[in-house]
């Protein structure tokens, strides 16, 4: 039988339960310096040490998943750490669309997929010098937020895009992406599309707590204006959170668009978990900033289920657990081709 590896990071824990509780043997790519934590833990039956996460498309890795027949999780360190090309390039069989990861980590095809799947998103700003209301600056990929920082300007922009360049962050103005900030009630919306039962699922919603951005808000004003810190969106924990219900058929309409407009240009289309991340205005409308063309972590809130999967299984059940399902399923009636790349 088919066994399931994922990256240990991110949510490698609630990915190798869930496999572990599907009936899978489980196998984790593990840097060394982190197996110390891993050991702990009993449904991981084999970590596979490395220095370094990008070994996983080397020989080594390549054959020792192949011997065990082995189904690689994608989650967002895998995103974080590798360049589109080399996750292409990636030989043990990727769960979901190993394609689609490219459009996530580029910030104009991310655009395009999302105005294609008719979603409402915050404006891009085309450059600095088109600076002229509040605007957030972001770096491609999934870099969690880190670095991420705030201008109501263009000088302001340029004072701050210097310091990460010296920092080490980025390079220049082309690894920043420019985007209208946008105010209210942050959702992170997580969904799981199932191409064998032809369903969308929704899983969850979890909220974000960003580090530094988040302590700004309890320091009064007549202080932030004497701080030189810069802001900053670095992910450091999530929490759960559920909607008004009357909110809930818009939620299920856009992840459907979701999925129809990446069947239609990144073939075969968004399979497995993936999120839509964004912004609920005072009129309730959504805008989103960002999708996750994968598991988010946001979901190791549910490990038990959260209130939404509850009303779709009469078990507790975590994206995890929902992707070894899939990939058990698929199994069993010869259709494995239809949910890996
Ligand atoms: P992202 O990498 O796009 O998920 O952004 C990281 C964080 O930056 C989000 O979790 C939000 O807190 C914040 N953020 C990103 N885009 C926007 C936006 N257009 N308006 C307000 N906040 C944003």
């Not at 294609?116 to 600056?137: F, M």
């Not at 946008?182 to 969308?200: H, M």
């Not at 900053?232 to 929490?239: G, P, Q």
């Not at 809130?301 to 990939?327: C, H, K, Q, V």
Request: net charge negative.
């Amino acid at each position: 039988m088919t066994s399931i590896a994922t990256l240990g990071s991110h949510c490698a824990l609630q990915l190798l339960k869930g496999a572990k509780d599907e009936g899978f043997k489980t196998l984790l790519i593990c840097e060394k310096k982190r197996q110390g934590l891993y050991k702990r833990f009993k449904f991981i039956d084999e970590l596979v040490l490395v220095d370094s996460f990008l070994e996983v498309i080397e020989q080594r890795c390549t054959s020792l998943l192949e011997k065990n027949d082995s189904i690689l999780i994608p989650h967002g360190t895998l995103i974080a750490q590798m360049s589109s090309e080399q996750i292409e390039s990636i030989k043990t069989p990727v769960f979901g669309n190993k394609n689609i990861l490219r459009w996530e980590s580029d910030r104009k095809l991310k655009q395009k997929l999302m105005d294609e799947a008719n979603l409402p998103t915050p404006k891009s700003i085309p450059s600095p010098d088109a600076i002229n209301e509040l605007v957030i600056a972001k770096r491609h990929g999934a870099a969690g937020g880190k670095g991420y920082f705030l201008a109501s300007s263009e000088n302001e922009y340029n004072k701050k895009r210097d310091q990460l360049i010296k920092d080490g962050l980025i390079k220049g103005d082309n690894d920043l992406y420019l985007q209208e900030y946008t105010s209210g009630v942050l959702a992170y919306l997580q969904f799981f599309y199932s191409p064998l039962k032809n369903e969308l699922e929704f899983f969850g919603i979890d909220k974000r707590h960003e580090s530094n951005i988040e302590g700004l808000s309890r320091i009064p004003a007549e202080n932030q204006l004497s701080m030189e810190k810069f802001t900053s969106f670095n992910v450091i924990a999530n929490s759960p959170l559920v909607l008004r219900e009357s909110l809930l058929d818009e939620v299920y309409k856009m992840g459907e668009n979701f999925v129809e407009a990446s069947a239609k240009h990144v073939p075969p289309g968004m399979n497995g978990p993936f999120c839509i991340e964004g912004v609920y205005d005072e009129n309730a409308q959504f805008s989103a900033f960002e999708f996750s063309a994968r598991i988010v972590a946001g979901t190791n809130i549910f490990m038990n289920g959260s209130p939404y999967t509850t009303l779709i299984f009469d078990e507790p059940m975590s994206m995890g657990r929902r992707i070894a399902r899939e990939i058990k399923q698929a199994d069993l009636n010869n259709q494995l081709e239809y949910i890996i790349t």
